[in-house]
């Protein structure tokens, strides 16, 4: 009876020293992954609908990030962290960033990758979206992408934008419940993509009660779109709720 104790004390702790050692590797892991931010796009629209287009500068950015975080092999930086970063280097977000200034940033947050961008429209219903990857340690762009087409197609566009960014950032094949999540996102309508916008932009502005009521206000109208779900959690999370 005790050799049997002994063998299931050992056989415990041998378990145990596994998951363990299991759990350190999968943490080093995770930190050995590259770290990618996203800075507020620039908005270039001229004209009456520059405006109304505004929260994109928001918006685009927190999307492409959201799109490429479903990669397992890689991490974002968050809003709030980079948000204190801007604030700190005295950065107004709708100013224009050069390679060298999002090197800079980058390097504050401890970032390989630096996405910045620019979108613009021709005040007939189209519009056009560019992303350039920055590499921190170069200050050089490594990547760029973009994406044209309909305002009524911007979800499919953003989505279009950062799986052309992922591929060329060699990061891995999504799982199959990523693709079919990012499939759905990439099927909303302009109102609901702007409205998520809007929902940033006043996140980012300290306006975090106005940011939930538009989040919520999304949802009654189309509650399965994930990235207002996630982001209307955090916002709760943060606040106790």
């Known amino acids: 009876m005790r050799r049997r104790r002994t063998d299931f004390r050992w ?15 999968s943490a080093q892991e995770h930190a050995s992954w590259p770290l990618v931010a996203a800075l507020p796009f620039t908005n270039n629209v001229v004209g ?9 500068t928001s918006g685009i ?8 975080a479903r990669n397992p092999g890689v991490r974002t930086v968050e809003p709030s962290r980079l948000h204190r970063v801007l604030t700190s280097q005295k950065r107004d977000p709708q100013a224009r960033v050069d390679d ?5 940033i980058g390097r504050i947050l401890g970032a390989q990758w630096v996405i910045r961008g620019q979108f613009t429209g021709d005040g007939h219903g189209t519009i056009r979206i560019a ?19 309909k305002e009524a197609t911007l979800a499919s566009l953003i989505g ?10 060699h990061l891995a094949e999504l799982p199959k419940e990523g693709k079919r999540a ?11 993509t702007l409205l998520f916008a809007r929902a940033i932009e006043a996140r980012d502005a300290g306006r975090v009660q106005q940011a939930i009521t538009l989040l919520q206000q999304l949802l009654a109208g189309q509650p399965e779109y994930e990235p207002a779900q996630n982001e209307l959690t955090r916002l709760h999370s943060d606040r106790g709720l």
């Not at 056989?11 to 590797?25: C, E, K, M, P, Y």
């Not at 060298?100 to 800079?104: G, L, N, Q, T």
């Not at 990012?182 to 609901?192: F, P, V």
Request: charged share 20%; glycine share 2%; proline share 3%.
């Open 11 to 25: 056989t415990a702790l041998a378990l145990a020293t596994l998951v363990a050692g299991a759990v350190r590797v």
């Open 48 to 56: 009456d609908e520059k405006v109304a287009l505004n929260p994109l």
């Open 61 to 68: 950015p927190e999307l492409v990030l959201l799109e490429l």
């Open 100 to 104: 060298e200034a999002a090197s800079h």
């Open 131 to 149: 992303a350039y990857v920055v590499d921190v340690a170069t200050a050089q762009v490594e990547h760029t992408a973009s994406a044209e087409g």
């Open 160 to 169: 279009q934008l950062s799986e052309h960014l992922a591929h060329d950032m």
């Open 182 to 192: 990012r499939e759905l996102t990439q099927k909303a309508s302009y109102q609901t």
